[in-house]
């Protein structure tokens, strides 16, 4: 494809694109297509000869869309959101564009250098401690994900713990990893992958009314190791837990940290975001204590997945862990040591020019266009959670501190009824493909959730979908009261 060809078929992307985004309100939110169904629309093997790049876009409308699940839909409630925006994918089609390969500072210097900037950035946008910034001994850089950044705090804390054998050694001892039984499940797999099974991780006990940790069951389950031999490594504290953005207390846990020499992981994946309005900077109270952090601006900061931002107070301790430094990748920037080489901070190699979209965002947005975005996604679900207050078939499970509501049909005497009864009305309601939610289980309940996101989604969008919910409740032989 020469550049001229790229800059016709680019702008009819382009136009797909927005004609994608501008329709998405008229498409189902999900595909109704059993397994199979789009791979029995490809052909069985590879073109022998190249395509004209009409037929390609042609199969996007007729072959892609029909089969997706519409993640950018203004009625895409489920899991938590994963929305992009329009300086976002221009940022990574500048990216993909550059083709830039940004492993060393010396393979991209405009690469890292934008980077450690962006994150310092959006480390003032959270306002998160000095000490998680590059000005000091820390710095931000961006991960595929927050499990990648939970794997690797786990390594560097492993690497501490064992008193910096653990590159050298591996892992030596029987060291263990504490979160609440609310924690992600990207915290299993981390212990898991650093080598520790699955005997590596404890989960501590939540507080029953707030569903965050209890500091003083953690304090108990590390003193109960320490008595049997074993190792206390590190904690993972979350400010918004998946099921119901429970904020764990990381002042106290923070302190216990302290006071047994665990690293602290604090894992805002999806609330970290609120961050930038200081109304909700509550929710970081004690991030001084941490020892590294993420969030996904991938979830809630308009930036298209993948992109996790990921801090760590002491950069040379990380970097300690992780560095290999094969001859062929010597060079005399490196071993100037005036300048960060990412690959030394996660998992793979190579790496994308991922913070262009972030800086895309970052400038396009303001600060003031992100806290309105955040502020907006509140409200809605604000009004949602009005609607359920206010229908006597309907209860709230749990606090809702950002845009996570999470309700359910009211309990009655039966559980397992009860359990049966919503996750009917969740099939009813996501199989109109109207709208699309997703479920947890809150003290072992079924429990529906419904997480605003989108920058497409209006009150009238909510509205609809509270329409269909109850519509279902009605359907499932529970009226409306007096
Ligand atoms: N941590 C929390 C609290 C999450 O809610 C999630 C995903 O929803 C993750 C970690 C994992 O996120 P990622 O997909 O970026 O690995």
């Known amino acids: 494809m020469t550049p001229d060809e790229f800059r016709q078929h680019g702008h009819a992307v382009v136009d797909w694109i927005a004609d994608y985004w501008s329709t998405l309100d008229q498409r189902p939110v999900t595909s109704a297509d059993p397994p199979g169904t789009v791979a029995a629309r490809l052909p069985a093997g590879p073109p022998e000869r190249g395509e004209p790049f009409d037929r390609l876009l042609a199969d996007l409308d007729t072959v892609i869309a029909p089969g997706l699940t519409h993640w950018q839909h203004p009625r895409f409630f489920g899991y938590f959101p994963a929305n992009t925006s329009g300086p976002s994918v221009l940022g990574d089609l500048v990216c993909a564009g550059l083709g830039v390969q940004g492993m060393l500072w010396s393979t991209g210097p405009a690469c890292t250098e934008v980077e450690t900037v962006v994150l310092d950035w959006l480390a003032e946008l959270l306002d998160l401690p000095a000490r998680l910034r590059s000005g000091g001994s820390g710095g931000g850089v961006i991960q595929d994900s927050a499990s990648s950044a939970i794997l690797i705090a786990v390594l560097a804390a492993l690497h501490r713990a064992a008193g910096g054998r653990w590159r050298g050694h591996g892992v030596e001892r029987a060291y263990r990893v504490y979160t609440s039984t609310q924690g992600h499940s990207a915290i299993e797999k981390a212990v898991r992958i650093a080598g520790l099974g699955d005997a590596g991780l404890r989960t501590v006990a939540v507080d029953p009314e707030s569903l965050a940790m209890d500091p003083a069951a953690l304090r108990t389950a590390i003193e109960a190791d320490l008595a049997a031999g074993l190792v206390p490594a590190a904690a993972v504290a979350t400010i918004g837990t998946t099921s119901t953005n429970a904020v764990d207390p990381i002042p106290a846990i923070g302190e216990l940290c302290r006071e047994y020499g665990l690293w602290l992981h604090v894992d805002a994946a999806y609330a970290g975001a609120a961050a930038v309005c200081p109304e909700l900077r509550w929710s970081h109270a004690g991030l001084e204590y941490a020892d590294s952090y993420c969030f996904d601006p991938h979830k809630w900061l308009l930036t ?167 519509d279902a409740a009605t359907a499932h032989g529970r009226q409306e009261g007096p």
């Open 304 to 470: 298209g997945f993948d992109c996790d931002a990921f801090w760590v107070a002491d950069r040379a301790e990380l970097v300690e862990a992780l560095t290999v430094l094969p001859e062929y990748l010597r060079n005399a920037a490196t071993e100037s040591g005036e300048v960060l080489d990412y690959r030394d901070w996660q998992v793979s190699l190579g790496r994308r020019f991922r913070a262009l979209k972030l800086w895309f965002v970052l400038r396009w947005y303001g600060a003031e266009g992100l806290r309105a975005h955040i502020r907006e996604t509140i409200a809605l679900a604000g009004w949602f959670a009005e609607q359920v207050r206010a229908d006597q078939r309907f209860e709230l499970v749990a606090p809702s501190p950002f845009a996570l509501v999470c309700f359910r049909l009211r309990a009655t005497s039966d559980d397992a009824a009860d359990d049966e009864a919503n996750a009917e009305l969740l099939a009813r309601v996501n199989a109109t493909g109207r709208a699309y939610l997703t479920h947890t289980r809150v003290g072992g309940r079924y429990t529906l959730r419904l997480v605003p996101g989108s920058p497409y989604t209006r009150e009238e969008h909510v509205a609809q979908t509270w329409q269909l919910i109850t």
